[in-house]
């Protein structure tokens, strides 16, 4: 979706768990969230932050983003790791003006060297996806089981409201 969205022109942001977990890779640490989750997590935070000050910065009219601060907690709260204040405050203080989540869809969930979740883990974690949102006062737009082009003209429709 992140990269069609690109294709069409928008401004993103892309995912950063995936370079995060390719560099613990590297330093041979095969799944760093499974080892040291607050390590993990407190990486994604500091990214996820520092690519919403950059589109503060870059002064975009619209900018989208993979992955939300929020996603952070949720992880941590589905694992039951505990996480510093500093988590809450960063969800408190960056706030987005909209956010679209993808429902688990079975038929289209693939696992990979950085995705190794499986189908029922992706389900449950939305679950908390769901529940950290509504706890930070969002009201996520779930975007329908269709193709990406479908799905992006969804957002844009939406975009326009």
Known sequence: MINALAARGYNVFE?????VIRAAQEEGVSQLFLTE???????LLEGRVNQFNAAAENNKNLVLYDRGIPDVLA????AGQAYPSQF????????YDRVFMLPPWE????E???RYEDFATATK???????????Y???PVNLPRCSVAHRIDFIENQLKR
């Open 107 to 110: 038929e289209i969930h693939e």
């Open 15 to 19: 995912e950063i768990s995936r370079q």
């Open 125 to 135: 974690l939305h679950d908390f996806l769901l529940k950290t949102y509504k706890r």
């Open 37 to 43: 989750p607050l390590l993990f997590s407190q990486k």
């Open 75 to 78: 992880y941590m709260d589905y």
């Open 112 to 114: 990979d060297n950085e």
């Open 88 to 95: 809450v405050q960063a969800c408190k203080n960056h706030r």
């Open 137 to 139: 006062k969002y009201s």
